[in-house]
């Protein structure tokens, strides 16, 4: 189940990154808006090879750790801040967003890295986050919005990629709110931008290997057309969103 939360099918195989990663864009918006120094303490989870680890550990000179469920992330994250010289500000450890080996309240700010919309159980992992936050301190999480795409096309895709189970703002500001969170949100299409396209790419791209996914699903091949087509006209219209989040913990 845990794994299961991270590789959803063949479809999100061949998209990829463009879920998990955070841009540069988003890190600087969120240095701005924040007040971080060198006595912040900072946790990103989800953090894959720890790009926004190293960069406000570099860029604050403050102590950063990075927690991800695979151990091959964890491996070169290592082997990156020991090639960077950054075993002193920097540190990495094993976990999933719902169970983290970290103590309650022991962080100024938790970062989310993009990855919220491809979990089933969203209240459970933001709940973890808030717990190892200390009262006044912020979470931060950027991520995909479906305001644009109605249930209908949204339960018709959820046989293809986990995008479609990310929620509207509404939806994403109701959940941090009911977690402990007073909440605001962003519309960022213009961070979006760059992951639009590349979306698109890749999208055009599996089309090349629908005879794999068709072996391994009950789809038949004229369904698969239909909702790749829906798919592709949802990317081309600019309908799937991006958000940046923030909240401080009551």
């Avoid at 720890?50 to 992330?73: M, P, S, W």
């Avoid at 791209?205 to 068709?214: E, G, H, P, Q, V």
Wanted: aromatic share 10%.
């Amino acid at each position: 189940m845990v794994k299961d939360d991270y590789e959803k099918g063949f479809v999100d195989k061949i998209l990829g990154d463009i879920f998990y990663t955070t841009t540069q864009n988003i890190r600087e918006e969120i240095s701005r808006k924040l007040p971080i120094d060198s006595e912040t303490k900072i946790l990103v989870v989800a953090c894959r090879t720890g790009e926004t680890v190293f960069y406000f550990a570099k860029e604050f000179d403050c102590k950063v750790i990075g927690v991800d469920l695979f151990d091959a992330n964890i491996k070169e994250a290592e082997k990156i801040a020991r090639r960077e010289k950054l075993t002193k500000k920097v540190s990495f450890a094993k976990g999933h967003a719902m169970r983290m080996p970290m103590e309650d309240e022991s962080f100024d700010l938790v970062i989310f890295e993009r990855s919220l919309s491809c979990y089933d159980d969203k209240e459970s992992e933001v709940k973890e986050c808030v717990r190892v936050l200390r009262k006044g301190g912020t979470f931060v999480m950027a991520d995909f919005t479906v305001d644009q795409i109605d249930a209908e096309e949204r339960e018709d895709l959820k046989e293809l990629t986990c995008l479609v189970s990310a929620l509207s703002m509404s939806e994403y500001l109701e959940l941090l709110s009911e977690s402990g969170l007073k909440a605001e949100g962003y519309f960022k299409e213009d961070i979006a931008e760059k992951n639009t396209k590349l979306l698109m790419q890749k999208w055009k791209k599996i089309r090349l290997f629908s005879n794999i996914f068709l072996k391994a699903s009950s789809a038949d091949s004229g369904r698969f057309e239909n909702l790749m087509r829906k798919g592709e006209k949802i990317i081309k219209e600019k309908r799937l969103g991006y958000a940046l989040f923030s909240g401080i913990k009551n």
